[in-house]
């Protein structure tokens, strides 16, 4: 029997699910997902391997018309799942209409690869609302093939994952069977602090801050952490901080007990803070994050 394996490259515009899709594909909890926009920054790759094949997933950024580096980046990193994908994924929802972004889209129409639009969130929608959206997805990418899903009730997500091994094409695996996923410990790590603050923080605050592993020491029972959150103003250090550092405490407690539970292991983790101004417009930033594609 030969056989199969393949990139599945995930797309689309910011909050209509991706990261929760791609969680359940893989079976594992890869990609951060809050309901806030934008929580995705990087490209990551959760593999998923049978003896007789190999998927290779890709949640990506949403799509958006950058406003400075960092979003420029993550739009690098969206644009450059189409180029090599075997079988692609156009997440959308029932909310949102095809024209938004239609630049992006442009380039998905001309894939030569097999497209999968899937319309997340059908359980807010009835029978005719449902039907009206596919319609006008299908004009839109007449060679796609339409499925509705609702990642967080988990509905139709089984068939997308058959369609997905029907689809892939006949290959050797591209990466050894007992690996997951393309990213190193650290990165979780950061992921998992970017989260929280994510989740406890409003308005600008969660998008103005970058998480950076300095020390990562790992023991037979124990892994011991140390992390700089970093922002772009000391007025943000301070909000990060919060009113004789609970703010702080509560990230890094949140943070500590998901750690624990991602790698299975007691957690010391230590956070501060720092300011680096404007980080998100700085190219030396860009690289020095690990946002540059080079």
């Not at 997902?33 to 959760?46: D, E, P, S, Y």
């Not at 644009?79 to 156009?90: K, N, P, R, S």
């Not at 089984?158 to 006949?170: A, G, H, S, W, Y």
């Not at 998480?211 to 124990?222: A, I, M, Q, R, T």
Request: hydrophobic share 40%; aromatic share 10%.
């Amino acid at each position: 029997m030969s056989h199969r394996s393949g990139f599945v490259n995930i797309v689309g515009n910011p909050n209509v699910g991706k990261s929760t899709l791609m969680n359940l594909l893989v079976g594992e909890r890869i990609s951060i997902a809050t309901f806030k926009a934008q929580t995705t920054r990087h490209r990551i790759m959760g593999i998923v391997n049978t003896p007789e094949m190999q998927i290779c997933f890709s949640d990506t950024p949403g799509v958006l018309k950058p406003n400075y580096k960092l979003q420029e980046q993550m739009l690098q990193f969206s644009e450059g799942a189409l180029q090599d994908a075997d079988i692609l994924l156009y997440v959308t929802d029932m909310v949102e209409t095809p024209d938004k972004n239609a630049d992006f889209l442009q380039k998905v129409q001309h894939l030569n690869v097999p497209i999968l639009v899937l319309i997340n969130k059908i359980d807010l929608s009835n029978q005719q609302e449902l039907t009206e959206k596919a319609d006008a997805w299908h004009e839109v990418l007449p060679k796609a093939e339409i499925f509705p899903i609702s990642a967080l009730h988990k509905f139709g997500v089984d068939q997308v994952l058959n369609r997905i091994k029907e689809l892939l094409p006949e290959s050797p695996a591209y990466f050894d069977k007992d690996t997951w996923t393309d990213k190193p410990a650290r990165f979780f790590v950061t992921e998992i602090i970017r989260e929280k603050i994510l989740l406890y923080y409003d308005k600008e605050i969660p998008y103005s801050v970058e998480p950076v592993v300095e020390s990562f020491k790992e023991s037979d029972d124990l892994i011991r952490i140390s992390a700089v959150i970093y922002v772009e103003r000391e007025s943000q250090k301070g909000i990060i901080i919060g009113h004789q550092g609970v703010a702080l405490k509560r990230v890094s407690t949140e943070a500590r007990r998901e750690l624990e539970r991602f790698f299975g292991k007691r957690i010391y983790l230590q956070c501060f803070v720092k300011v680096d101004k404007d980080w998100r417009s700085s190219d030396r930033a860009m690289k020095q994050y690990g946002y540059n594609l080079e």
